[in-house]
């Protein structure tokens, strides 16, 4: 009697977490695009400091573990720690292949501060060819209330535009060879 009660209350506890992972993969914010570099070019640009402040971002720190901080900053004049940093947490990777991310602290005067709360990245990486490489931007826990649906087109244009320029940072590489 004891075990069956033990499972239906862990049952019951899964509920939540089962129905809030569905009802987040619903509507997912997809970009993809290939990319004219090498998987461990493209990422190499992702996932270092130096790939990273090659194309995306003034600043950067990041410690690629799970748990660890991705630290960035935007602003050539401001400096990772102020108010202005953005600070992911890393959810999970898998090397070469997948990168999870979710915002742990956004600048400070992000319109979205209490949507940002549900959302989070996943992007994936696979080799297309020995020279070419898939990147999919994903992301997930987008609400239907207004501040998500707002939040949802901005991270809409801004992760298009990230793609964009990471192929242009590896467009430009090709084209001085």
């Not at 506890?13 to 509507?27: H, K, M, R, W, Y």
């Not at 244009?157 to 192929?167: D, E, S, V």
Request: hydrophobic content about 40%; proline content about 6%.
């Amino acid at each position: 009697m004891r075990l069956k009660l033990g499972v239906f209350v862990l049952a019951l506890a899964l509920v939540p977490i089962s129905v809030t992972a569905f009802g987040a993969e619903d509507s997912p914010l997809v970009h993809e695009g290939i990319v004219a570099a090498p998987l461990d070019d493209v990422w190499t640009a992702f996932t270092t400091r130096e790939g990273q402040e090659s194309w995306m971002v003034a600043h950067s720190e990041i410690d690629l573990k799970i748990g660890g901080q991705m630290r960035t900053h935007y602003d050539p004049k401001g400096t990772i720690g102020d108010a202005k940093t953005i600070e992911n947490t890393i959810i999970c990777y898998d090397p070469k292949r997948m990168l999870s991310l979710k915002v742990s602290k956004p600048p400070e005067g992000f319109p979205f501060p209490n949507a940002v709360k549900n959302m989070w990245t996943v992007i994936y990486f696979e080799a297309n060819s020995p020279t070419t490489t898939r990147v999919r931007i994903v992301g997930l826990g987008f609400g239907d209330d207004e501040e998500s649906k707002k939040m949802r087109e901005f991270f809409d244009r801004g992760n298009a535009f990230t793609l964009k320029k990471l192929q242009e940072k590896f467009a430009s590489k090709k084209s001085d060879k």
